[in-house]
Structure formats: C-alpha cells, structure tokens
C-alpha cells in the first residue's frame, strides 16, 4: 500500500534547527507527503520552503499538555494560520480532563475548533489516549462529534503510550465517520502504519517517515 499521501511528516523536538525544518519541507516534497507538522516558531519558514508545493504545513497548539488557557490557545491558532498554517493540532486540557470539568473542556475544544474553521483550516484535536481511560475517552468523542472537529489524534509522542490498534479501534467505535483519525506516536514501521491504517486511522503522524515508507 502505498502510504506517503497519509503521513504528517513531523519534527517537533525542542533543538530542532531550521535546517532541520528545511530537509523535512524537502523530504515532504519529494515523497509527496500529507504535510509537515513544525513547532509553531517554524510556521512561516515551511510556509516559504513549501511554496508552490502541494504539502500541507501543519503546527502544534498548547503542545504537548494542553492546559494552556482558552484564550491563549485560540490566539496560538489564529496566530498560526495567520503565518500560512494549513492545520492545527491542538493538545486538549488534560488538567480538566482529570478533573471532570467537561463543560470547560466542550468549551475550550469548541473556542479552538471554530477559530480554525472561520479561517476555512483543519483541526485535529490531540486526546492522549495512553493517559486515559474509556470512559474519559468517550466523553471527550461525544463532545468532538457535537462540536464537529475535523480528525482526533491519538497522542503528542512525547507523553504516555504513543498509536496503538486498542486506541485507533476505539476512537473509530465512538466518533461519527465524518471525523478523521490521526495516529500519532510511536510509528517506526512500514507493517505498523499500515495496521493502524486498517485499524481505521486516516492520517499518520511519524518522525521516522522515510523509514516507515521505505520498510
């Protein structure tokens, strides 16, 4: 199966350089990749890299913990898209998450969906599945499939557990079929990708995307 135009081909680390940013922008082009997802100071360097190129250019929003407030995180957005950002992917507030504040967090996922949607961009909200258990993830699906977001996320990658089939499988049960799966974390293989991919994942998240192709 040939996987290229699913994956978001990622570089996230804090030491990453801009000539990091430009071989990714440069790999993306060449193997014709979804986008590339780069930390928020990035944007607008990816932007210019992949200019007149079909590759998206996707960044993180309150990464990797998401208890930022609100109005910080539909700034981040906005400030994001602004720069020439096609996506978003947005970490949800896990503090509130444990804390069973769900009308704060319908609010806060609703706040950065519709910023996003206004300006006609995509978001993809970050759940941290290894960190939660069913219930928590099922009442965070019935508030996305309310609010109408675009694709969920599995993980950040740098917290607890990254893609798992358990994960993907459960995501797919309980969101509506018009909400994308992103799966994120972990993916270091050719067999693992297309697994998840079967699970009922739409999108890939991987730093080690040549590898994962080329397997």
């Not at 109005?71 to 994001?80: C, D, G, T």
């Not at 503090?95 to 995509?122: E, M, P």
């Amino acid at each position: 199966m040939e996987i290229a135009h699913l994956i978001d081909h990622t570089t996230l680390k804090p030491n990453c350089t801009l000539s990091d940013v430009k071989q990714l922008c440069e790999e993306a082009m060449m193997h014709s990749f979804a986008a590339v997802c780069v930390p928020p100071y990035f944007v607008r360097d990816a932007v210019r890299f992949l200019d007149d190129s079909r590759v998206k250019v996707a960044t993180v929003v309150g990464f990797p913990y998401g208890y930022s407030n609100t109005p910080a995180k539909v700034e981040e957005v906005k400030r994001a898209i602004d720069e020439g950002c096609d996506e978003v992917d947005v970490v949800i507030n896990l503090c509130a998450v444990f804390q069973k504040n769900w009308a704060y967090l319908k609010n806060d996922i609703n706040s950065v969906t519709t910023a996003a949607h206004l300006r006609g961009k995509v978001i993809k909200l970050i759940f941290e599945t290894g960190m939660l258990d069913d219930e928590q993830l099922t009442k965070l699906c019935n508030i996305c499939n309310e609010i109408g977001v675009d694709f969920v996320k599995t993980s950040t990658g740098v917290n607890a557990g990254g893609a798992t089939l358990k994960a993907v499988r459960f995501l797919r049960k309980h969101l509506d079929s018009s909400i994308k799966i992103k799966a994120s974390g972990g993916i270091k293989s050719h067999d693992k990708a297309i697994s998840l991919i079967d699970a009922g994942a739409n999108r890939l998240g991987c730093s080690k995307s040549l590898k994962v192709i080329e397997s």
